[in-house]
């Protein structure tokens, strides 16, 4: 009988998490969270996966940044990732820079059976072939392979100081090019008066909705309690992966009933600190790009 064949196209799998939690209680939180990561890894065998971290180090970062070492060297040495021979590891570690710190960061994982991938170079304006495992950290302004900013602080008035910002790197992967983008957007700390205030039609609706889920955010940070929330905020739209028009034309859709798209988070049962992973699979498909190579597609992680 003749075996399986093998799926079309390029198997990727972009995740996006804030892991603040991660590194103010790494003994409880961290194995439950690569394991839970690695499942999902297994699952969708992935060519190509983009991990993309938020508040990278923790909260309180000057106490929990000596966490971050471990934690890299896990994801870059353990048996669940030793088909991906390639990988790129961009941290922003300068939290003493008060104009430049984002706390970002992004990995990029490369299966041993990817054969033509290249990273572009924003400083000479070409495309690098990608190989080895590298790590870059630090100041991140002068790595050439990205673009990073921090957003201005004039967008939030009411804070001292934010880290919010963005790390974004293109790719390609045959003839497909594509960015991708790990941004921290700034937090609403007034939605809960605009609960109370909008003029929309829908606001009695929304206020009734809203104060179902109030008792649904965060997730609990307590390593027993993998299903249990806080009960501490406001619920907010985070935590999400965006694709552009141009982009979603890139992914292998499929005419049977086999699911090719799949977009879930990570860990349900299991205590993932206060955010839960959120990822996206998918197939491009063989070719994309090709009639319009010059044309960068984009792919947002956010």
Known sequence: MAGKAAAPGTAVLLVTANVGSLFDDPENLQKNWLREFYQVVHTHKPHF??????????KNYEASMSHVDKFVKELLSSDAMK???????YLDENYKSQEHFTALGSFYFL???LKNIYQFDFKAKKYRKVAGKEIYSDTLESTPMLEKEKFPQDYFPECKWSRKGFIRTRWCIADCAFDLVN???FHDASNLVAWETSPSVYSGIRHKALGY?????????DARQGEQYMNTRCPAWCDRILMSPSAKELVLRSESEEKVVTYDHIGPNVCMGDHKPVFLAFR???????PHAHVH???VVQ
């Open 49 to 58: 996966m983009a991990l993309h971290c938020q508040e990278f180090g923790g």
């Open 83 to 89: 088909e991906y021979n390639r990988a790129r590891v």
């Open 111 to 113: 299966h041993e059976s």
């Open 183 to 185: 941004i921290h957007l």
């Open 213 to 221: 889920v109030l008792d649904s955010y965060p997730y609990s940070e």
């Open 284 to 290: 491009i498909m063989p070719g994309a790009g090709k």
């Open 297 to 299: 597609k984009c792919c």
